[in-house]
């Protein structure tokens, strides 16, 4: 099956600085990525539709500015947490979507822990 | 609009007894449905789909859902559990025309021995 990869899988920084998370589809290209947002013991939130060669779009609450995402190729897309506080603190989960036929499919990356301090 | 309403945020069961996760949806366009299993510290994993065919739809480890339309549900079941079921379990909804998924809450299934 389809692999999507986070690097890293977890990173402690502090207050103040920013952090770059990476997803990659491994194995295939993906036009679109999503990146969620899961704090502890929830539900997974949809934070922005990320397309390859064109702005994200964020959802409703997201602050653009402080979430900066960048979908620079088919196989790859960054979030970057800008000027982290503590609050910024949580399970970052990326996926992406492949065309398998006249479906969609989506598919999960082991997600980035972030510890803001 | 979608939504995604799952009974139940811990659920316990034996060793070798029945699993149910009950997960009921609401949709004003035909969704399609989708469970989830996340391990801790880890991604989501997908158990199987429905998108418009059966309404019984077969997945990994041997689970399995039942779509009923006049139920709007979606529950998963597993005959019989095993200690590496424990993890947390996602339903989602989304539909062909935005592909957005909305996700549940979660339910935490414990297998006790």
């Known amino acids: 099956g389809a692999v999507v990869s986070q690097h890293p899988s977890w990173v402690i920084c502090k207050s103040g600085t920013s952090v770059k998370i990476e997803c990659r589809s491994l194995?295939?290209?993906?036009?679109?990525m999503f990146w969620y947002r899961q704090f502890p013991k929830q539900s997974l939130m949809l934070m922005a539709t990320?397309?390859?060669?064109?702005?994200?779009?964020?959802e409703q609450g997201v602050e653009k500015d402080k979430f900066l995402i960048n979908h620079a190729s088919l196989t790859l897309s960054t979030l970057t947490v800008t000027s982290a506080h503590p609050e910024d603190s949580s399970f970052y989960i990326c996926?992406?979507?492949?065309?398998?036929?006249?479906?969609?499919?989506?598919?999960f990356g082991p997600g980035t822990r972030l510890t803001v301090t | 609009a979608q939504s995604v309403t799952q009974l139940g945020s811990h659920v316990s069961v034996s060793e070798g007894a029945l699993v149910l996760l009950r997960c009921n949806y609401s949709?004003?366009?035909?969704?399609?449905l989708f469970w989830y299993v996340q391990y801790p510290n880890q991604g989501l994993q997908l158990l199987l789909k429905?998108?418009?065919?059966?309404?019984l739809v077969k997945g990994i480890n041997g689970f399995e859902a039942e779509f009923k339309k006049s139920e709007t549900s979606f529950h998963l079941t597993k005959p019989s559990a095993h200690m590496s079921d424990a993890a947390e379990y996602f339903c989602?909804?989304?539909?062909?025309?935005?592909?957005?998924?909305?996700f549940g809450t979660g339910t935490r299934l414990k297998v006790l021995a």
């Open positions: 429905y998108t418009s065919a059966a309404t």
């Open positions: 996926s992406a979507r492949v065309n398998s036929g006249s479906l969609l499919e989506e598919y």
């Open positions: 990320s397309n390859e060669g064109s702005k994200a779009t964020y």
């Open positions: 949709s004003s366009v035909p969704p399609y």
């Open positions: 194995d295939f290209q993906a036009t679109t």
């Open positions: 989602a909804v989304s539909n062909s025309g935005t592909y957005k998924y909305i």
